[in-house]
């Protein structure tokens, strides 16, 4: 897996509750780690989650940055993004719900928008389902909505959902 800054050192968040969570870019040794977040963490309902390969197809990409968080040396969340032509994209992210709404999310964000800033990314993007409640935390952190793809998810009872783009300028 490539990654833009070898050299970077694990970085100490503390975040609400006392926490301190850990984050460290890591590789395909973290897969089984990802795997067991993202079946909690998605619903089935809107096909979003990954299987293992497309997991390992996405990281074995040039560019591609697995990040994991961890509290007390317990992995709580990850994000899996991708750096192209000087822009960041935000593959994925997932929280643990045991962990979630304790400001790891934001954790991950906020360092995977600094690192991106320190290796001149010109922006990140990501996408998010409409009706998905961490637009509100995306938008806290300033990204923007450039985009939508209508209809693009389908949740229960065959409802559709559009697929919302944002972007942050760095």
């Given at each position: 897996m490539s990654q833009l800054k070898p050299d970077l050192e694990n970085d100490a968040i503390p975040v609400d509750l006392?926490?301190?969570?850990?984050?460290?870019?890591?590789?395909?040794?973290?897969l089984r780690v990802v795997m067991q977040i993202m079946g909690k963490s998605f619903s089935s309902v809107y096909g979003e989650?990954?299987?293992?390969?497309?997991?390992?197809?996405?990281?074995?990409?040039?560019?591609?940055?697995?990040?994991?968080?961890?509290?007390d040396e317990q992995p709580c969340g990850f994000a899996i993004s991708r750096v192209i032509a000087?822009?960041?994209?935000?593959?994925?992210i997932a929280v643990d719900p045991d962990y979630q709404n304790?400001?790891?999310?934001l954790a991950i964000l906020k360092r995977l928008i600094s690192d991106a800033?320190?290796?001149?990314?010109?922006?990140?993007?990501?996408?998010?389902?409409?009706?998905?409640?961490?637009?509100?935390?995306?938008?806290?952190?300033?990204?923007?909505?450039?985009?939508?793809?209508?209809?693009?998810y389908t949740g229960h009872n065959k409802e559709k959902f559009d697929a919302i783009t944002y972007k942050k300028s760095l």
């Amino acid at each position: 897996m490539s990654q833009l800054k070898p050299d970077l050192e694990n970085d100490a968040i503390p975040v609400d509750l006392g926490e301190t969570i850990e984050l460290e870019y890591a590789g395909y040794d973290k897969l089984r780690v990802v795997m067991q977040i993202m079946g909690k963490s998605f619903s089935s309902v809107y096909g979003e989650s990954w299987n293992e390969h497309q997991c390992r197809s996405m990281l074995s990409l040039p560019g591609t940055l697995l990040m994991i968080a961890a509290s007390d040396e317990q992995p709580c969340g990850f994000a899996i993004s991708r750096v192209i032509a000087g822009e960041q994209e935000l593959l994925m992210i997932a929280v643990d719900p045991d962990y979630q709404n304790k400001g790891i999310g934001l954790a991950i964000l906020k360092r995977l928008i600094s690192d991106a800033e320190d290796n001149g990314t010109i922006a990140v993007f990501l996408e998010v389902r409409s009706n998905n409640p961490a637009q509100s935390l995306y938008q806290k952190l300033g990204f923007e909505k450039i985009g939508l793809r209508p209809a693009y998810y389908t949740g229960h009872n065959k409802e559709k959902f559009d697929a919302i783009t944002y972007k942050k300028s760095l």
